[in-house]
């Protein structure tokens, strides 16, 4: 697998490994209702603005993306045909490797990936409820999750939601 920075010709790709994982996702903390299209979110969240992107590729297919900046790992997708083949895995190795100490990230609670992320050395700090970032008409159960381990540079952070 490799992993690139991102280039806006993969944004039609990102939409079809966003969209359907995202839907997997909201389905597990029942809030089907509050999907909106990577299109649209991306925009709404400033995926382009706050994060730099990577995406992962598989036998030269797109198969997976990560969006971080040094406090917070704030998007990470995998097609869902390509899950549990350790793509999320090598992203999250990439993203805590690039970013700063502490590394943030907030997960929704059911969300499946929280025992990867703890695996990786992420610890639950605290549980929060809140409004869902991007679509506020919905209330959402998440935990953050903090990331300390040194690795040669200073503190990395990763939030998969924030809340308002």
């Not at 970013?99 to 605290?126: D, H, S, W």
Request: charged content about 25%; glycine content about 6%.
């Amino acid at each position: 697998m490799q992993i690139r920075k991102y280039q806006e010709s993969d944004f039609s790709t990102l939409c079809e490994i966003h969209d359907p994982a995202r839907k997997q996702e909201l389905a597990v903390a029942n809030l089907t209702a509050a999907f909106i299209p990577f299109k649209i979110a991306s925009q709404k969240e400033g995926l382009f603005d706050d994060y730099q992107v990577y995406v992962a590729q598989k036998d030269k297919t797109t198969v997976g993306f990560v969006a971080f900046n040094d406090e917070e790992l704030g998007w990470l997708y995998v097609k869902p045909e390509y899950q549990h083949q350790g793509i999320g895995s090598q992203l999250i190795d990439f993203a805590i490797k690039n970013a700063g100490r502490p590394f943030y990230l907030e997960v929704l609670e059911g969300n499946p990936a929280q025992k990867l992320y703890l695996a990786k050395g992420f610890k639950t700090i605290q549980h929060e409820s809140g409004k869902m970032p991007g679509n506020e008409s919905f209330h959402v159960e998440v935990d953050l999750m903090k990331y300390e381990k040194m690795i040669g540079r200073s503190n990395p952070i990763i939030f998969c939601y924030k809340l308002s």
